[in-house]
């Protein structure tokens, strides 16, 4: 059986914030806990926001706009490493991380302020390593960290949320090779756990609920995976 | 807190089992559960199997196998309403239903016997309509149900489960208009909270286990929503 519990009572977070302090505070881990962070809470702490204020639009960027805020357009464009698709104002991007989502991971809602805009983080995974580090440090426990967003997906309606930096986690379960029941070779078979897990935490998470850390217990997915290794490699992907 | 759990002990399923039946005898329900099926269990019980020794393939069917068994290639093309993209003999094709995935769902792994092909259930959200009633016939319980299947992605390695189809729960959870705690409206944050659930449950049932149903509880998603809105509008929709 696997859980999956919220860590309530967190408050707004700021740059600095110690993250681990405050969930060790509130939550008793364990061994083999996944604890999940939204990106959201991992950028606000790490300072990764831009004042509206302070963006000059390009003409790409004004183009793009179709009538809503340019300088929104122009710091998207900044984090996109290729645009994917475009249909102004929506724009699907691939981040400098390889990730492929709306606005380039760039976000307004749950900005600490009006006018600000959270970008992701710089390196997600290595943002999740510093907090099992630090978790690991104040509970001597061993758990994973997966940091989540959501994200749309291409031909389904609604998004889900996928782990976009991971720490102490098997991201991907390679049953290749290994065989089901009636003896046929499972080919390709490979499960993209820590996004399920991402998926699983958001059910509890919510939106609106400022609830930006979940607990996931009962999982056997300890291991050294990075969530880069979940971006499929160009020479692989169908859907460049 | 959500927790998930593997209905344990299900023996392997046959055309016009009783799964109802076989879920309670084993699991004490509670209204508003989600109970999440493999969707090869589902297939299974509705007899939607090919023999390849039945098949005899086209033409295209060959072209496409680059080597493989051509039969199966044809069923594929049988179950596919387009092919979006190919890479012989791997073929992402959209199913009758509007699913985009891997072989039009048509699978070999887990089948019932050797040479024999699974393919996806007819209706799947009459499939899950029906399970849930008997279902309540038999408890007197309310709950959801979702027949889960594993599909890929684009631009990510690794397959996640999504519902495929859905009866007593709300799939999509729109939070658009609602407001965040900075006051934002929150566009477009349309949350695919039944593909989210069949992640989650197939955390517990994996591809080996032969654990074909799980059940999610504490959950609050109860509703009348059906996994054919999962599927993006072809209007709407930026990558066909």
Known sequence: VI???????????HPGDDL??????RFALEDGDVVVVAQKAVSKIEGRVV??????????????AAGTDPRRLEVILQESARLVRTRPPLVIAETR??????????????????????????????SAARLRDELRERT????????????????????TDVAIGAAGVRVLLDLEGERDRVGYELHATV???????????????????????????????????????LVMPAERDLFR
């Open 3 to 13: 859980s999956i519990a919220p860590v309530e009572g967190l408050p707004e977070l």
């Open 20 to 25: 681990a302090a405050m969930v060790v505070e």
């Open 51 to 64: 004042r509206l204020a302070d963006v000059e639009p390009s003409e790409e960027a004004r183009a793009l």
């Open 97 to 126: 991380h390889g990730f492929v989502c709306a606005s380039a991971g760039v976000d307004q809602s749950n900005a600490p302020e009006p006018d600000v805009l959270v970008l992701l983080p710089e390196d997600p995974d290595a």
């Open 140 to 159: 001597g426990r061993e758990v994973g960290v997966l940091v989540a967003d959501s994200f749309g997906r291409a031909w389904r309606q609604g998004t």
């Open 191 to 229: 499960i993209a756990v820590a996004d399920e897990i991402a998926g699983a935490a958001q059910l509890v998470m919510g939106k609106l609920d400022g609830v930006p850390v979940a607990i996931v217990r009962g999982l056997d997915v300890a291991g050294e995976g990075r969530a880069a290794e």
